[in-house]
């Protein structure tokens, strides 16, 4: 599995994958090459033997409090082992880098898959927008994920706990 920082090079690649996985409502090329270009984010995409099958994106304002994941999304044949975790993974890292404390996202009420992703990687919902996803008259499930409360953070102080031990082990 090959992460890497997605240029503008990729947007035709990563607009595929995003017209297949979001038949009905995909972004528009001029809204993600907006996005790719934008200094308030990061997006990765994901690469096998040179070609994308996977992408993703967090909007992370530098030193700012919030992070937004934009979106994820990997080719069909790609999904299910994993991969759409380690780029989930890895975008909590960048807006961890930038300096936020919460992220939070909004995922279609129909989406399980991506819903059951996200609640194992901590997420919580904490709202609804009814019909929010239009035309298809959806709902959408608003999460957030305080990053000290990520699966593996270390919570303060437990350094030094650790230190302690080591020093009298
Ligand atoms: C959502 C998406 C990115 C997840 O990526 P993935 O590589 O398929 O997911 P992973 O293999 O990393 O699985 C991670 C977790 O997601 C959940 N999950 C994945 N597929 C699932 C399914 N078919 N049903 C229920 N939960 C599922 C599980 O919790 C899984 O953990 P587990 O394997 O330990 O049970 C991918 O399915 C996708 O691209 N979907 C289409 C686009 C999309 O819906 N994007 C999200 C928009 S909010």
Redesign the pocket.
């Known amino acids: 599995m090959t992460l890497r920082a997605a240029t503008a090079d990729d947007l035709d690649a990563i607009m595929a994958i995003e017209r297949r ?2 038949p009905t409502d995909a972004w528009s090329p001029e809204l993600m090459a907006a996005e790719l270009e934008s200094p308030h984010g990061r997006y990765l995409v994901d690469e096998v033997e040179g070609t994308i099958i ?1 992408y ?1 994106g967090v909007r992370a304002l530098q030193g700012g409090a919030d992070a937004d ?1 934009q ?6 044949v ?11 993974r890895a975008l909590l890292d960048a807006a961890e880098e930038r300096g936020a404390q919460e992220v939070f ?4 009420a129909d ?10 990687e901590g997420f919580e919902e904490i709202g609804r927008r009814p019909r929010y996803y239009q035309p298809d008259d959806v709902d959408a499930i608003v999460m957030r994920l305080v990053l000290r409360h990520r699966r593996g953070a270390t919570e303060p102080g437990a350094h030094d706990t650790d230190a302690a031990k080591g020093a009298t082990a």
Not at 71 to 76: E, G
Request: charged share 20%; net charge positive; aromatic share 6%.
């Open positions: 996985s979001f996977g993703g994941i979106t994820i999304a990997l080719d069909a790609h999904r299910g082992s994993g991969r759409g975790r380690a780029l989930l996202l909004e995922v279609r989406n399980p898959s991506a819903e059951g992703l996200y609640l194992s």
